[in-house]
């Protein structure tokens, strides 16, 4: 429109030109400069009213047709046609968008929780007319970022803030059903699992409320191993003192059946070292070699 316009301009000053002819010293010449500035503004004023009667409508985008400002329809991809000074058109993206939102609201267990999400939504490219008649191009401040706010607090406030936490993944599918039901009835689309929670952020005090809980399990599992190690410690000195109660009770059987002498030189010869020890009594040797020989299963055989 604006070459439309800076073409009747340079038509004008031709006119002008031609009229202040007789104003002008002899000999000047204007004659060519006015006939000059006029085809080249019957040019432009054509050129640019061809151009007002085309409309290029991206990849991506449709194009809401107006007349007079009132919305008659939408244009699709590509080079549309329109009445330059009657129709005009605005381009909408129907593309996925993303749109970041936070919300602080209170949980089941009144603890603030700010919430932080990333949403990616489109326009139903059939009902673009119908949601510029409603909302404009401003959906996202008019529609978008209400709805997210307001259906993030109903969700937050069925769980407890330590909830939120454990079962993120029914928050979010709970969240996004709410989004897509307030979004439907203005033509604008959630995609498939296109809701992402990025963040929770409770207050400090349950920050503090938190980390003090995850010292004192960790402190319950040493304490847990700690009582383990004890047990087992307790299980092994009960099992060796059963092995020592057993062996003593062994060697009372033996003491019985066999002898003294029997038992003591068994026990000799466990603790032997290879040396024959030299220690007598009364000029004899405390151990009878001779009886532990002939006491022997090998002796008793022959």
Do not use: C, H
């Amino acid at each position: 429109m604006g070459i439309v316009i800076l073409g009747f301009i340079f038509v004008i000053v031709s006119f002008v030109l031609v009229a202040s002819q007789g104003s002008l010293p002899p000999g000047t010449k204007t004659a060519g400069a006015a006939w000059g500035l006029r085809i080249f503004g019957v040019l432009m004023i054509l050129g640019g009213s061809l151009m007002a009667t085309v409309i290029q409508v991206p990849a991506g985008y449709r194009a809401v047709l107006l007349r007079f400002g009132a919305v008659q329809g939408v244009l699709s991809e590509g080079i549309n046609f329109v009445v330059p000074g009657v129709n005009s058109a605005v381009l909408m993206e129907v593309r996925t968008q993303k749109e970041d939102s936070k919300a602080t609201a209170a949980s089941r267990d009144l603890q603030t929780v700010t919430t932080s999400v990333a949403l990616n939504f489109r326009v139903d490219p059939g009902e673009v007319g119908e949601l510029y008649k409603k909302v404009g191009d401003q959906y996202t401040v008019r529609i978008i970022d209400p709805a997210v706010q307001e259906s993030i607090k109903v969700v937050t406030a069925r769980y407890t803030a330590e909830e939120l936490i454990k079962q993120r993944a029914q928050v979010k599918q709970e969240v996004e059903a709410e989004i897509t039901k307030r979004l439907k009835q203005y033509n604008l689309i959630v995609e498939p699992s296109g809701l992402s929670i990025t963040n929770f952020d409770f207050s400090p005090e349950f920050n503090k409320a938190i980390e003090a809980k995850q010292v004192a399990q960790q402190e319950a599992e040493q304490q847990k191993y700690v009582l383990q190690q004890a047990e087992l410690q307790k299980q092994t000195a009960i099992a060796k003192a059963e092995g020592v109660s057993q062996a003593a009770k062994l060697n009372a059987a033996a003491l019985q059946v066999n002898g003294g002498s029997l038992v003591i030189a068994r026990e000799w010869i466990d603790k032997w070292d290879g040396k024959l020890p030299q220690v007598s009594s009364g000029g004899q040797f405390m151990i009878d070699l001779r009886d532990l020989l002939n006491d022997s299963p090998t002796s008793k055989k022959r």
